[in-house]
């Protein structure tokens, strides 16, 4: 089966931290570039971080030097720790990959900053 399951969402304060983890099917993960985007109320969904199989990790601007990606390609996860969290950061995360050349997506998990 192929899925991408998000958790880790849920509201926090600004500057505060939340980790996202996102759980993926063995049959799309090995070898495979692995990302996160993001969208907000009324916005495209934008790109967030990638990490390859190898762990080489592209951020945007953004989020740099403030979102950490990283997978474990045991449990075949992926994981986005976030800190210094803004109101601006508000949005429905997404997970995804490529496989097939389609793209593949989760369900998505809400993250709200906000006092």
């Known amino acids: 089966q192929v899925q991408l399951v998000e958790s880790g969402g849920g509201l926090v304060q600004p500057g505060g931290s939340l980790r996202l983890s996102c759980a993926a099917s063995?049959?799309?993960?090995?070898?495979?570039?692995m990302g996160w985007y993001r969208q907000a109320p009324g916005k495209q969904r934008e790109f967030v971080a990638t990490?390859?199989?190898?762990?080489?990790?592209n951020y945007a601007d953004s989020v740099k030097d403030r979102f950490t990606i990283s997978r474990d390609n045991v449990k075949n996860m992926v994981y986005l720790q976030m800190n210094s969290l803004k109101p601006e950061d508000t949005a429905v995360y997404y997970c995804n990959t490529r496989y097939r050349l389609a793209n593949i997506w989760g369900q998505g998990t809400q993250v709200t900053v906000s006092s």
């Open positions: 063995a049959i799309i993960f090995s070898g495979s570039t």
């Open positions: 990490i390859t199989s190898g762990g080489s990790t």
